[in-house]
């Protein structure tokens, strides 16, 4: 040690006797290795147990209501064969995985790895597995802007679920909640209420879910309650998502008054997605 210290020489000798000992050195840290190792794949294999038996459950679960959904597809189809309505269009859509989430704490953004080269356009959907996430803004090549849900410049009309009440929904700047704007005092509005897309505006598809209300406040004296809703969506998890391509808005071309001022039934039928009749069908049935 004193050599080592005072001398220069003493270098090369370390390194040799480095050399020597490493073997040492691996044969010792051998067991802690295999102990590590050991606990992370009982860790890992444990993890993918309870995984395999979550993805088991949801398996059941939808199932059960793939089983329901079969009943209940034929009986709408059956119901709208009766009131003679079209029937609602399947919605393509592509897929899409994140790429980067938005740091600033004042804007609620992500990109995602769809241009449009695949597809994508500004305004299009985006939903994850649990409902609405938001929509593009911005479109390059290969990657996409979205803007979601819950920042405070996006809103969308909405309706209840449950009974149909229309409303605005805006974000609130904030992940976990988003406003209902403009209720009534005497609206029929619980918590727990499903909020759905209504179709309204023409961008978003009619039935996709958006919230769950979780606060109703009546203000004594004001004329319209507070409403907070809750994302079903996951906006801070999901990782993959779903861009919609909803058909075009059905346009009617033809007047809707003819010359006598009354209403013309081609365009009744337009509008009614029904096959046109001809004039003469319609003065027999007047």
Known sequence: MFADHR????????????????????????????????????????????????????????????????????????????????????????????????????????VIDRGHRNGAYVGQPVIDASGLVGQVTAVSAYSSRVLLLADASHALPVQINRNGLRFIVQGAGRYGSVNVLHVPDTADIREGDLLTTS???????????????????????????????????????????????PPPREEVDDPIWDESMDISAKAIHAAQRLAPVEPSDVEEER
């Open 199 to 245: 179709g309204l505006a023409g961008r978003f598809p009619p039935g996709y879910p958006v919230a769950r209300v979780t606060e109703v406040y009546h203000d004594p004296g004001q004329p319209f309650a507070r409403v907070s809703a809750e994302p079903t969506a996951q906006l801070q998890r999901a990782r993959h998502f779903l861009l919609l391509f």
């Open 7 to 110: 001398f220069t020489r003493m270098e090369d000798v370390r390194a040799q006797m480095t050399m020597v000992v490493a073997p040492v050195q691996w044969v010792v840290s051998v067991p802690s290795d295999l102990l590590n190792w050991g606990a992370l794949a009982l860790s890992d294999q444990q993890a993918l147990v309870d995984e395999n038996r979550r993805l088991r459950e949801q398996i059941l679960t939808l199932s059960h209501r793939g089983q329901r959904m079969a009943n209940l597809t034929a009986e709408n189809s059956e119901l709208r064969e009766l009131l003679k309505a079209g029937e609602r269009r399947e919605i393509p859509y592509i897929t899409a995985e994140l790429l980067s989430l938005d740091n600033d704490p004042f804007s609620h953004q992500m």
